[in-house]
């Protein structure tokens, strides 16, 4: 009777195979979770394909299949002379590439270029590799010493001052354009209906001039003193290294703690006058080379670099004035950060090129490289501040009161804790920017500087490479240039981003 009953409840016959798991990973799982899940993602599926069909596989059969790799002029790159249909003129780029990279830099003095960018990589490649010592000694050697390095290892020439010198320069420029400033001011009253208030005024602004006038005499007298006695450098040098010294051993603590900053002090000043010495820049130093030879990838770079690292403290800056307590700082802030937001690129490099001069006065002169790289610094640290006071924004204020409840002042509580998790907010923004910024160099070719399509368009003007694939191969050439350091640092900010948000990943 049991086995009766236990046989009613006992299979006989095998169970049939399930199907296989639907693959849901993988290059099928892709397939068939997000590109052929639905009619609608079949079809922008299928129009997607054709479109890389027909833009990617033209362009690869244009720069490799069909494209030119010899020859020594423009009959390599004509159909009739190769035989068949002729793609990219590879040779062009070769014969080309030098005026790409230094532009119209003396050929004899391109290793200075070869060097800078050898040291620009082995400072940077440390700095950017998180797991390699020493990050903020490799910090200040490429924020502050590399840049005075490739200045004089581009530029050439030698110092002829230091920092009594520069001090002395700029408060006497100073004074001049008060001065000059008052005297337009009492010239203007002459014909003017208001001519006792622009008199008065004019003669006051006169007066505080030759009161600083008087005032900066010691200094000035000091500097003519030194630039008499043969040895002004060396002797500028010494003075400077004492009274930088003295400040920093008072600041650091004084006879407590402020010995460390004076030894930081002395040794930086050594390494200085090592690097003076080696490079001869108190004999003249290297052989001068205007900037209106820079060119190519040079003058890019050299645009680029100096207004990513520029901007990011002037848009910090800006954005803590912004949120400042006091009217005239936070005044100052928006007004500074809605005019240039509020002004073209364009505008900038023009006014900053031909009518910035019209305001210094006459015996001053900057270079134009200069004057477009100052354009270029105020321009973009308005839009930084934008992006920088998102990131604040984004901070709870508990942390702010926390820090003060802790008895951190205002300077420690937003270096060390509210500005470092801002920038990490808004580290897809800033290298956004940055990213538009290495774009936009390709303006400053209005301006009568050859950056890298400058120096591109120029060398169109060969006759002996004058042939109908040219120029598709040299834009090519520069947009792959251009989207490998795009790409770069692209990818390097998402890496950077995950690796701060790592504690917010789940």
């Keep these: 009777m049991t086995d009766i009953a236990s046989s009613a409840y006992v299979r006989q016959d095998l169970i049939a195979e399930r199907p296989a798991p639907v693959r849901m990973t993988g290059f099928v799982g892709l397939m068939r979770t997000r590109l052929l899940n639905s009619p609608t993602n ?7 394909a054709l479109l890389l069909w027909f833009t990617i596989v033209p362009s690869v059969k244009f720069l490799f299949v069909d494209a030119v790799w010899t020859g020594t002029d423009r009959t390599a790159c004509l159909p009739e002379n190769a035989g068949f249909a002729v793609g990219a003129c590879w040779p062009y780029i070769q014969a080309k590439l030098p005026q790409l990279i230094y532009g119209f830099y003396p050929e004899a003095e391109r290793w200075r ?23 903020a000694l490799n910090a200040s050697l490429f924020f502050f010493a590399f840049p005075v390095v490739a200045f004089f290892l581009l530029h050439g020439g030698g110092i002829t001052g230091f920092g009594l010198s520069w001090t002395a320069g700029l408060l006497q420029l100073f004074d001049d354009s008060i001065i000059g400033a008052g005297q337009v001011l009492l010239s203007l009253s002459k014909t003017s209906a208001i001519a006792p208030l622009l008199w ?23 500097r003519d003193q030194l630039e008499g006695s043969g040895q002004s ?5 010494a003075i400077t290294t004492v009274v930088v010294s003295l400040i920093a051993f008072v600041v650091g603590g004084g006879l407590r703690t402020g010995w460390r900053a004076l030894a930081w002090s002395i040794g930086t000043f050594a390494a200085i006058a090592l690097v003076i010495k080696l490079m001869g820049l108190d004999h003249g130093g290297l052989p001068v080379v205007q900037t209106r030879l820079w060119g190519g990838l040079l003058v ?9 690292v520029t901007s990011l403290p002037i848009g910090i800056a800006l954005a803590l004035g912004r949120r400042s307590t006091i009217p005239l700082i936070r005044i100052f802030s928006i007004a500074f ?16 090129t031909y009518m910035l001069p019209l305001f210094l006065p006459g015996n001053f002169t900057v270079d134009g490289l200069v004057r477009a790289l100052i354009g270029i610094a105020l321009f973009t640290g308005a839009y930084q501040a934008e992006n920088v006071r998102g990131g604040l924004a984004a901070i709870p204020r508990g942390q702010g009161e926390a ?4 008895g951190l002042s205002w300077w420690k509580t937003t270096s060390l804790i509210v500005l470092p998790q801002a920038l990490r907010h808004v580290i897809p923004n800033l290298v956004n920017s940055f990213i538009s910024l290495l774009k936009d160099t ?13 120096s591109l368009r120029a060398s169109f003007a060969d006759p002996k490479w004058s042939a109908p694939s040219t120029l598709f191969t040299g834009f090519a050439f520069a947009g792959i240039i251009y989207f490998l350091f795009c790409f770069g640092m692209s990818r390097y900010s998402l890496f950077v981003e995950h690796r701060l948000n790592a504690h917010r990943r789940n």
């Excluded at 079949?42 to 997607?48: G, N, Q, R």
């Excluded at 005019?339 to 900053?352: K, Y």
């Excluded at 303006?443 to 950056?451: G, H, N, Q, T, Y």
């Design 403 to 406: 820090a003060a409840a802790l």
């Design 337 to 352: 950060i809605e005019f240039w937001r509020g002004v073209p690129l364009i505008t900038v490099l023009f006014f900053a």
């Design 42 to 48: 079949i079809l922008i599926t299928i129009v997607s």
């Design 442 to 454: 390709s303006l400053v070719s209005i301006v009568a500087l050859f950056d890298l399509l400058g």
């Design 233 to 237: 450098v060396w002797s500028d040098f």
């Design 200 to 222: 008065a005024l004019g003669s006051l602004i006169v007066l505080v001039g030759k009161a600083i006038s008087w005032l900066i005499f010691p200094l000035t007298w000091l």
């Design 113 to 135: 270029v070869d060097l800078t960018f050898v040291l620009a990589t082995v400072l940077l490649v440390p700095m950017l590799v998180p797991r390699l010592p020493a990050k």
């Design 300 to 308: 890019t770079l050299v645009v680029s670099v100096a207004g990513i």
